[in-house]
């Protein structure tokens, strides 16, 4: 039997803002309800559900992205005036090269300090 990551919850203080916000920025489908949550779905079937909360609590989400995809995405962080920084506590701005790919992160609306890269960690380079 394989074991794969079907879903998380993503404490927010606006469930419907949050996941838009992810969504449009990994150009992801519209997210939807389901119960008290707002669902964003990624590749493997697995889903981010966005549910309020008064006081969220900070986590770390990372998302491998294809080559292709990293500057687009980075792209619409600029249009929005979202910084991205090399290393996540967010002192370096701009992005990182680990493992011979790219990486970047930033913070969502909610304080997540979320993360794109291009490779997984230990892959290469």
Do not use: K, W
Request: no cysteine; proline share 9%; hydrophobic share 35%.
């Amino acid at each position: 039997m394989s074991i794969a990551l079907n879903h998380t919850i993503v404490e927010t203080r606006d469930r419907d803002a949050g996941a838009a916000f992810l969504a449009e920025v990994l150009g992801l489908p519209a997210p939807y309800r389901f119960g008290p949550f707002t669902v964003v779905e990624v590749a493997g079937g697995t889903s981010l559900d966005y549910m309020d909360v008064a006081d969220p609590h900070p986590q770390h989400y990372a998302f491998l992205v294809g080559d292709d995809e990293f500057p687009v995405i980075t792209g619409r962080l600029r249009e929005r005036g979202v910084p991205t920084y090399a290393d996540p506590m967010q002192r370096r701005p701009g992005e990182n090269t680990n493992d011979g790919g790219r990486g970047a992160y930033f913070s969502s609306p909610e304080g997540h300090n979320l993360e794109i890269l291009t490779r997984p960690y230990g892959s290469g380079g």
